[in-house]
């Protein structure tokens, strides 16, 4: 996933990330979580909150496989499979799932049912599949260059040794 340039402010979720921690931030006054971390409580718009560190533990929520991207450095890694996550701790987040295995299946035209060539269907293209995704899969964090993503649980959420 595309990362935000660090400020003053972020500078400790993105340390963190490069040292292989997940941050959140949480509410002093409402103790509720927050993720994308920022400046105030999104729920009860204090400005008493504090960084925590997050389990790494989350559920999958929706995913979508991306085809094509214009986005630098993304282009030559297509496909690849977005998604939003339920981290433990309650907030959700936006993330990039790896190490699941996508298959490409059958032509364009096959995946949205195109009879014929002659309605336009490109019969060379193809589609991807994610393999064993689901929502409500048990993932754990992980990090690609310094920036948190997911991959399925080694145990299968039957819980950590």
């Not at 500078?11 to 509720?32: K, Q, S, V």
């Not at 994308?36 to 929706?62: I, K, M, N, Q």
């Not at 690849?80 to 433990?88: E, F, I, M």
């Not at 009879?115 to 964090?141: K, M, Q």
């Amino acid at each position: 996933m595309p990362t935000s340039t660090p400020d003053p402010f972020s500078r400790p979720y993105w340390d963190a990330a490069a040292e292989g921690r997940l941050l959140l931030r949480r509410c002093r006054d409402c103790g509720r979580p927050h993720h994308h971390p920022r400046e105030f409580c999104p729920y009860c718009w204090s400005e008493d909150v504090e960084w925590e560190e997050a389990s790494g533990r989350a559920t999958l929520y929706t995913w979508s496989v991306v085809h094509r991207s214009e986005l630098p450095g993304f282009r030559e890694r297509t496909p690849y499979v977005v998604g939003v996550v339920d981290l433990a701790e309650g907030p959700r987040m936006a993330t990039e799932i790896v190490e699941c295995a996508t298959e490409i299946v059958g032509s364009a035209a096959e995946a949205v049912g195109c009879a014929t060539e002659a309605v336009g269907c490109a019969t060379e293209a193809t589609r991807c599949v994610a393999e064993g995704l689901r929502a409500g899969l048990e993932l754990e964090v992980d990090f690609r260059e310094g920036v948190p993503v997911f991959k399925v649980r080694g145990d299968n959420g039957r819980g950590l040794a």
